[in-house]
């Protein structure tokens, strides 16, 4: 059984920095590509970021230069360190996988508020 748990998220102010983490169990985490995704309020889920098995990355153009993905294999762990946070960076967080089937976490709240 395929389960991805993503935490990491909360509250901060424009200009902080959070790391959302993601745990994948039920599924060899080595030879995956994982990726993160995001839902604003009335919006569509839109792709963030990803990256391979061989840790090549890409980034939607609006976070590029301020979210950083990376993978623990060891830990079966996906990070997304996310600087420079906007009001607009405001959603729910989604990590994803995909092994014939799309698998999603639960999501995890990010705001960027003063």
């Known amino acids: 059984q395929v389960q991805l748990v993503e935490s990491g998220g909360g509250l901060v102010q424009p200009g902080g920095s959070l790391r959302l983490s993601c745990a994948a169990s039920?599924?060899?985490?080595?030879?995956?590509?994982m990726g993160w995704y995001r839902q604003a309020p009335g919006k569509q889920r839109e792709l963030v970021a990803q990256?391979?098995?061989?840790?090549?990355?890409n980034y939607v153009a609006s976070v590029k230069d301020r979210f950083t993905i990376s993978r623990d294999n060891a830990k079966n762990t996906v990070y997304l360190q996310m600087n420079s946070l906007k009001p607009e960076d405001t959603a729910v967080y989604y990590c994803?996988?995909?092994?014939?089937?799309?698998?999603w976490g639960q999501g995890t709240q990010v705001t960027v508020s003063s």
């Open positions: 994803h996988t995909k092994t014939g089937f799309d698998y």
């Open positions: 990256i391979t098995n061989r840790g090549s990355t």
């Open positions: 039920g599924i060899i985490f080595s030879i995956n590509a």
